[in-house]
Antibody
Framework: EVQLVETGGGLVQPGNSLKLSCATS????????MNWIRQTPGKRLEWLAQ??????????SYLESVKGRFTISRDDSKSSVYLQMNNLKEEDTAIYYC????????WGQGVMVTVSS | DIQMTQSPASLSASLGETVTIECLAS??????LAWYQQKPGKSPQLLIY???SLNDGVPSRFSGSGSGTQYSLKINSLQSEDVSIYFC?????????FGSGTKLEIK
């Protein structure tokens, strides 16, 4: 069974940082293209970043509006993917999902990030 | 960026009816189109990928079609458990963009 479990969410003040982690199982992580997607309180879905596998040199792509603030990374030895988020803003408040891109996305259960003073 | 225009925004239908949700891409996405179902309080679940391929475990009353810029999701014989929000998403080019969602309710 495919499982993706996100951790690391919470309440953070504007300008601060947070690192999300996603532990996976049930599929061959080393060849998987992994993504982070968020869902705003209004239910809008926004793709944030993708990291490809080793055979594609771990190529990374970002949504332009988070480039320079968010960093996606992976550890194949731990079947895990991460999202480092810096200089957080109130508009980053959302549920953050770890996803596996297989032509369509498989999703974790999500983790809430609230940016507020 | 590729824009995804999804319609209708909401839909109310009776049990047993057939409903169709449409998605229009701002450019050709070569069938790289996925559909998701999101039930209240849950994460989205993949229904259809590559426009018309049914994901494992998804009931056969769900089907996808389309090509180029126009795609649709059809649900036959509507069941009470189909009450959800449905999203389309293009997987052709990053940033991978989503439709704004269709909220399906039972009359």
């Amino acid at each position: 069974e495919v499982q993706l479990v996100e951790t690391g969410g919470g309440l953070v003040q504007p300008g601060n940082s947070l690192k999300l982690s996603c532990a996976t199982s049930g599929f061959t992580f080393s060849t998987a293209w992994m993504n982070w997607i968020r869902q705003t309180p209004g239910k809008r879905l926004e793709w944030l970043a993708q990291i490809e596998d080793k055979s594609n040199n771990y190529f990374i792509s970002y949504l332009e509006s988070v480039k320079g603030r968010f960093t996606i990374s992976r550890d194949d030895s731990k079947s895990s993917v991460y999202l480092q988020m810096n200089n957080l803003k109130e508009e980053d408040t959302a549920i953050y999902y770890c996803t596996w891109n297989l032509g369509g996305f498989y999703w974790g259960q999500g983790v809430m990030v609230t940016v507020s003073s | 960026d590729i824009q995804m225009t999804q319609s209708p925004a909401s839909l109310s239908a009776s049990l047993g009816e057939t409903v169709t949700i449409e998605c229009l891409a701002s450019e050709d996405i070569y069938s790289n189109l996925a559909w998701y179902q999101q039930k209240p309080g849950k994460s989205p679940q993949l229904l259809i990928y590559y426009a018309n391929s049914l994901n494992d475990g998804v009931p056969s009353r769900f089907s996808g079609s389309g090509s180029g810029t126009q795609y649709s999701l059809k649900i036959n014989s509507l069941q009470s458990e189909d009450v959800s929000i449905y999203f389309c998403q293009q997987n052709y080019d990053s940033p991978f963009t989503f439709g704004s969602g269709t909220k399906l309710e039972i009359k």
